[in-house]
C-alpha cells in the first residue's frame, strides 16, 4: 500500500511528489531550488527538458512504497504514458526547504 503524499516526512519532498502527481508545473518549480540539478540511471540530464518528458507531457505520477533518510530517499512506483510503470528509487537533497538536486533511476 503506498504511503499517502501528505504523510511524506520531508517537507520539500512532500512538495515535489505532490506537484508530480498533480502535473502542477508552478509548485514543481516551487519545490526546487535555483540552478537545482538532477540526474536519471547515473546520468546528469538538463533538468527542464527532462522533466517536460518523464513529468508533463507524459502524465507522471509517483506512488510511494518506502522512504528513508527522514524522507529524503524514496522508493516508489513511477507511472507515465511513454514507459508505463517501473519500480523507482529517489534521492533528494535539500537546502532551506528546497530541492537542489534529486537522483533517480531503477530500483
Known amino acids: 500500500m503506498p504511503i499517502q503524499v501528505t504523510r511524506l516526512s520531508d517537507p520539500a519532498v512532500r512538495a515535489f511528489v ?10 514543481f518549480e516551487a519545490a526546487l531550488a535555483p540552478g537545482a540539478t538532477m540526474s536519471d540511471d547515473g546520468s546528469d540530464r538538463d533538468l527542464a527538458e527532462w522533466c517536460d518528458r518523464e513529468i508533463f507531457a507524459s502524465h507522471g505520477h509517483m506512488d510511494v512504497d518506502r522512504e528513508a533518510q527522514n524522507g529524503r530517499s524514496l522508493t516508489a512506483v513511477y507511472r507515465n504514458d511513454t514507459y508505463g510503470e517501473m519500480r523507482t528509487k529517489w534521492t533528494f537533497f535539500v537546502d532551506d526547504g528546497k530541492i537542489t538536486r534529486f537522483e533517480t533511476g531503477q530500483a
Open 18 to 27: 505532490s506537484a508530480v502527481n498533480a502535473h502542477d508545473r508552478e509548485a
